[in-house]
Structure formats: C-alpha cells, structure tokens
C-alpha cells in the first residue's frame, strides 16, 4: 500500500487563507500549516519518487503544483517550493518551517507585492531571417566559392552550415541585446532561462510589481510594433516568482550527521570553524599529489559530501554540531531557479 505524506508548495504569511479545497496533486485538499507569521501550503498525496517519473506524468504534477501556488498567491505572496517536495507530517512540516524561518520571512519581505512574468521572443518567420542570411557578403562568398568546384564535399557544407549558425547566433544576441536594454530601463530583475531552439531569442522571466502588468504589456507591445511583427512575443503570468526564489529543502537523519561526523574525524560536539578544519586537513592527506591509492579519488567525495551536509546543518541552525542532540533536522535553501539548474546539471555530470 503506498505510504501517506504532504505535499509541500510554498510558504506564504500565516495570515493568509487557510484552507483552498481540493485542488492540490491528485485531487488533495489544499490547506495552510501555521506556525508563527508563517504558513506552509500542503495537501495529502502518495509518496512518489518524483525524479523517477514519465516525463508526461511528471509534467501533469507540475501543471497541478504550479495552479496551486497561481491560486494561492491571489490572496498572498508566496514563497515556491522545489516540485516534488514532501513531508510525512504536521510536525515535519513546522520544522521546515522553523528551520528556514529568517530565509522564508526575508524573502517574502522582498517579493512582497511583486510577480514573474514569462517572456518568450520568437522569429516570426525563421526562413525568412535565414534567406536573409543567406544573402550576406560572407554567405555569398563562400557559396560562390563552393560552387567554383565539381562537387561540394561534406567538408564545405559543414563549414557553410556553421557560418549560417554563428550570423544567426549573432543576430539573435545583437537582438536580445536591445531588448533587455528596453526592459531594464524599468525591470532590473530579470532571469535568463535557455532557448529550445533556433527560433528562440530570449526566454526570460521579469520580476515586476502587480501595479505594472498594465505598463509591461504596453512595452511588450510597442516591441512587436518597433520589430515590424519579425517577432513573436508570448508572455505568461502573473506568476509567483518562481525562478527568482525556489525553496529547496533537505531533510536529514541524526544517523546521516554522525555518519558525516565520523568522516570528518569529529568528536561529538564540533564548532563550523572544525568543521572546515577538518574537511581542508583530509582534503591534503587525500590529495592525489600526495597520496597516490587508489581509493583517494573515492575519499575525498566522501569527505566532500560528509562537509557539504556538516557546513549546511551548522549554518542553516546557526549553531554547532552536537551529535547527542541530534535529531532529524531539515535545512533550507531559498535560491534561484539557474542555481537549481547547475546543481542538477553538476549532480548529473
């Protein structure tokens, strides 16, 4: 039988609505989990390994997770959490909260008031743009230069191919270029996200105030009239501010912290300045310069990962590490969407 949790979505002020009717992940109920000035958005669902899902499952968890916080931040600012997070209950999920106070409070304070918007820039005709290329002086040339010869080798049109990539890369920049500078002449905030394809120009998220939707829109617009509709605009939102603070939460184990503590060679009790003593003086004995086995490479991820747990639990709780106190503990992480990615992208290399 599939255990029973919380789906977490974000955190919002604890003076907000309560509870959303059941709108959350599988038809959940959707209600908000005081504890102090603030409030976690959750609703009852299965445990799922959300990494390990099909991809078409895992974007109709998404779509849910997303409606949510849409309906949520009507009332409130909020706070998104990382898709997929759980809690297995009440009293987890006040401890995220405790543990993440300062961060959750800091950031709301900061995103109060304002929202993301989704801006996507297409060419509107892609071949047309690409003809245009083509009639560049340098296209020119070498195609006059290729067609001097009997047959054109592979080699030719893969040097062709690229002269027309890096002219439309080119353009493409000199485009976003103006672009940002017309945005940022009144939004400051503005997050970079990566382009699908070669049609794509700028696939961004702006941080703007809810009093400025209207304005926004009037830029948009007078964009699309200044390209001669060369360009397609296509913006969604409001929406919370997604990739400017995504809360990630890591729940740990008292037996995973002595685990990391014995690693580093630590006694039971250790301040943050031993921590990183610790952590520096293993990371010399097992340098491959001085320790040439064959389980150095091995030894330093581990003392690497026992560090990274030992420093985020120490500085998340503002205090040092105390083996016999220990007990599970969740730490909490408010970053951006881009860092998210890095991460992602260096778990994955």
């Not at 509870?19 to 445990?47: C, T």
């Not at 990274?308 to 730490?331: D, R, S, V, W």
Request: one cysteine or more; charged letters at 25%.
């Amino acid at each position: 039988m599939p255990r029973q949790c919380n789906y977490l979505y974000g955190v919002v002020p604890a003076n907000g609505s309560r509870r959303f009717g059941p709108i959350g992940v599988d038809g959940g109920d959707v209600r908000a989990i005081p504890d102090g000035d603030l409030a976690m958005i959750a609703s009852p669902a299965e445990a799922v390994c959300f990494s390990e899902l099909a991809p078409e499952k895992a974007l109709h968890y998404l779509a849910e997770h997303q409606r949510v916080l849409e309906r949520v931040m009507v009332d409130s600012p909020v706070i998104p959490l990382k898709f997929g997070t759980l809690a297995d209950d009440d009293r987890q999920i006040v401890g995220v909260l405790r543990s993440g106070c300062t961060q959750f409070s800091r950031a709301l304070n900061r995103f109060a008031g304002k929202v993301e918007v989704d801006l996507v820039a297409s060419w509107a005709d892609l071949q047309a743009v690409l003809a245009e290329i083509g009639e560049s002086p340098a296209v020119v040339s070498m195609k006059t230069e290729i067609a001097a010869e009997t047959e054109p080798t592979m080699e030719q049109r893969i040097r062709l191919g690229r002269l027309v990539k890096k002219l439309l890369d080119e353009l493409r920049e000199r485009v976003t270029g103006r672009l940002f500078v017309a945005l940022r002449t009144t939004w400051r905030d503005i997050a970079v996200n990566p382009t699908r394809d070669d049609s794509m120009i700028l696939n961004a998220a702006v941080l703007i105030d809810r009093s400025e939707e209207a304005e926004f829109d009037r830029t948009i617009e007078q964009l699309n009239r200044s390209y001669e509709d060369r360009l397609n605009f296509r913006c969604v939102g409001p929406l919370p501010p997604y990739s400017f603070a995504t809360a990630e939460v890591k729940t740990t184990s008292a037996e995973e912290l002595d685990a990391a503590r014995q690693a580093l060679g630590l006694s039971e009790q250790a301040s943050l300045a031993e921590i990183k003593a610790a952590h520096r003086r293993l990371l010399r004995e097992y340098h491959p310069d001085t320790n040439p086995g064959a389980d150095a490479a091995e030894k330093v991820k581990e003392v690497s990962a026992a560090y990274e747990l030992l420093e985020q639990y120490a500085m998340n709780f503002k205090h040092a590490l105390n083996a016999a106190a220990n007990a599970g503990a969740a730490i909490v992480e408010i970053r951006t969407l881009a860092e998210l990615r890095e991460e992602l992208a260096a778990q994955a290399a």
